[in-house]
């Protein structure tokens, strides 16, 4: 015990003593609902806790409350607070954020049922000369339209019918066993970029999730990861 309360928390964690003598742990993030955490900092059900609570708890709207009903803002702000959104995986909900939030800084005051699909087909066409955010800003769009039909802000969706640009890609080059020979040679074991390229290549997860591995994740010889994006639980034996 005196180990595990000896060692920093982790990120977002704060703790005390509570009249009884036991030590309490919370979840504490601006944006985010307060949680509480079982057991010790870095133990494992401390942990798993703390990464479903990281990747799991939706935001809080700051301001939502403000926003005029009916508009653009209060659109977003309510499909930010919904269980469609808060379903979804991390990286999607990361994304679709980033999109909606400029959508809703451009125009946040208009009225969410006067949106045509004229308008749409304008904003998708803007975007036509990078396809690849022309159809996730239209995904991302749809997703709204069909929260505001689901809660009675309108009663059609403007994006059907509506086809981004065509998206042409050779897709991302794969290294050879002479690159990645090269990479080794320029980065020996013990630097940050080293163990960057073996989580990658030997445990063969998405980049969202190998940024958050760390030694807590590694019990009996074998890395236990959660995927962000699928929410399945892995473990991984650790290679030679």
Known sequence: MGRHLMRRPPKYVHGFIDRHGRPRWYFRRAGFKQVSLPGLPWSPEFMSAYEAVLSETPRLEIGARRTKPGTVAAAVAGYFGSATFANLAESTRRSRRQILERFRAEHGDKGIATLGKTHVERMVNAKAATPGAALNFLGALRALMR??????????????????????????????????????????????????????LYTAQRRADVVKMGRQHVRDGLIHVRQSKTGTTLAIPLHP
Not at 176 to 199: C, N, Q, W, Y
């Open 147 to 200: 929260h505001a039909i689901t809660v009675g802000l309108r009663a059609d969706d403007p994006t059907v019918g509506i086809r981004g640009p065509k998206f042409k890609s050779a897709g991302f080059y794969a290294w050879t066993e002479a690159d990645i020979a090269a990479f080794e040679a320029k980065h020996p074991v013990g630097t940050r970029s080293r163990l960057a390229l073996a989580l990658l």
